[in-house]
C-alpha cells in the first residue's frame, strides 16, 4: 500500500475539468510541499507541479495544484486526449529518518 | 539541461546484487543543491524510493529503512556518476529502476531500466 491515498481511476471528457485527489498524514503532507507527476506507458514520470501549485517551463497552465492540510488536488481543465496517463503526487516525508514517498497513481481516461 | 543516463544488467540472479549506475550532464554529482536519488516502480509496491546521496561540505547518504541492510549508493566524482547496489535480491526487487535528481523536489528523472530477478 503507498503511503498517500489517490483514487485509481478518473475520466472525463474533452474540454471538462477533473481533479485527482492526494491524501496523507501530518509527517508528509501536513509538512512539506507535494508535487505531481504525469506519467505515459514506457516512460518515466514527467515534473508537473511542484511545491504545491508550481509550473515547470513548458507545463500548460491547464494544470494546476493545491494543498490543505494533509490533503492535496490536481486539476486538469480543458481536457486534452494526451493527458490521458497515469498521476502520481509526491511528498517529502519525515518520519522514518526522512523518505520520498508517493501516491498510488491515478490513470485518466478522456472518454 | 540536466541529463541523466541510466546503465547497467537488466537480468540479475537471486542472491546476487544489482549494480547499476548513473551519468550524469548538466550538474555535478558535488552540487551543493542536489540530492541524487534511486526510485523504483513496480505493478506489486508502486513507486518506492530506496535512497539518496548528497553532498553539503561531506558526503551523506540517507536510505529507505526496508532497504537499510541491503543497499549501497555511492557518489564517483570522477565521472560525474552515482551507482546502486542491491544485495542479495529476491523476485521481490523486480522492478523499474530509476535515478532522479532532486532540489527540494524530484525534478530530472532517468530514462529507467527494467530489472529482473530470475534465476
Known amino acids: 500500500q503507498s503511503v498517500l491515498t489517490q483514487p485509481p481511476s478518473a475520466s472525463g471528457t474533452p474540454g471538462q475539468r477533473v481533479t485527482i485527489s492526494c491524501s496523507g498524514s501530518?509527517?508528509?503532507?501536513?509538512?512539506?510541499?507535494v508535487n505531481w507527476y504525469q506519467q505515459l506507458p514506457g516512460t518515466a514520470p514527467k515534473l508537473l507541479i511542484y511545491?504545491?501549485?508550481q509550473r515547470p517551463s513548458g507545463v500548460p497552465d491547464r494544470f494546476s495544484g493545491s494543498k490543505s492540510g494533509t490533503s492535496a488536488s490536481l486539476a486538469i481543465s480543458g481536457l486534452h486526449s494526451e493527458d490521458e496517463a497515469n498521476y502520481y503526487c509526491?511528498?517529502?516525508?519525515?518520519?522514518?529518518?526522512?523518505?520520498?514517498?508517493f501516491g498510488g497513481g491515478t490513470k485518466l481516461t478522456v472518454l | 539541461q540536466v541529463q541523466l543516463q541510466q546503465s547497467g544488467p537488466g537480468l540479475v540472479k537471486p542472491s546476487q546484487t544489482l549494480s547499476l549506475t548513473c551519468a550524469i550532464s548538466g550538474d555535478s554529482v558535488s552540487s551543493k543543491n542536489a540530492a541524487w536519488n534511486w526510485i523504483r516502480q513496480s505493478p506489486s509496491r508502486g513507486l518506492e524510493w530506496l535512497g539518496r546521496t548528497y553532498y553539503r561540505s561531506r558526503w551523506n547518504n540517507g536510505y529507505a529503512v526496508s532497504m537499510k541492510s541491503r543497499i549501497t549508493i555511492n557518489p564517483d566524482t570522477s565521472k560525474n556518476q552515482f551507482s546502486l547496489h542491491l544485495n542479495s535480491v529476491t523476485p521481490e526487487d523486480t522492478a523499474v529502476y530509476y535515478c532522479v535528481r532532486s532540489q527540494g523536489y524530484l525534478d530530472y528523472w532517468g530514462q529507467g531500466i527494467p530489472v529482473t530477478v530470475s534465476s
Open positions: 509526491a511528498v517529502w516525508d519525515d518520519s522514518l529518518n526522512g523518505r520520498w514517498v
Open positions: 511545491d504545491n501549485n
Open positions: 501530518s509527517s508528509n503532507l501536513g509538512s512539506n510541499t
